[in-house]
Nanobody, 120 residues
Framework: QVQLVESGGGLVQAGGSLRLSCAAS????????MGWYRQAPGNERELVAR???????DYGDSVKGRFTISRDNAKNTVYLQMNSLKPEDTAVYYC??????????????WGQGTQVTISS
């Protein structure tokens, strides 16, 4: 069993910053892609940023230049540094990871989500 636990969400004013963390735990052999997605009320879940095991990154157009994704492979953790936050960044942010475990092979896992609210 693999668990992804997110932390770091909260309420900040526009222009502020937040740093999200997502730690994977369980019988993990390796983690391939890790990423952050978000979903605002009434909207579909969308890509925020993702990072490969080798460090290649990809960002959603709306966050380019403001958000930075990184990972610590030794800690099985992915981070999302969010700067210059806007009210439209308000959403539940979900961590996603492709994890290979000892017994079940590769699988896709999601965290429970963390609320990010930006006030104007």
């Amino acid at each position: 069993q693999v668990q992804l636990v997110e932390s770091g969400g909260g309420l900040v004013q526009a222009g502020g910053s937040l740093r999200l963390s997502c730690a994977a735990s369980g019988r993990i052999m390796s983690i391939n892609d890790m990423g952050w997605y978000r979903q605002a009320p009434g909207n579909e879940r969308e890509l925020v940023a993702r990072i490969s095991s080798g460090g290649s990154t990809d960002y959603g157009d709306s966050v380019k230049g403001r958000f930075t994704i990184s990972r610590d492979n030794a800690k099985n953790t992915v981070y999302l540094q969010m700067n210059s936050l806007k009210p439209e960044d308000t959403a539940v942010y979900y961590c996603k990871a492709v994890v290979r475990t000892l017994y079940t092979g590769a699988g896709l896992y999601w965290g429970q989500g963390t609320q990010v609210t930006i006030s104007s």
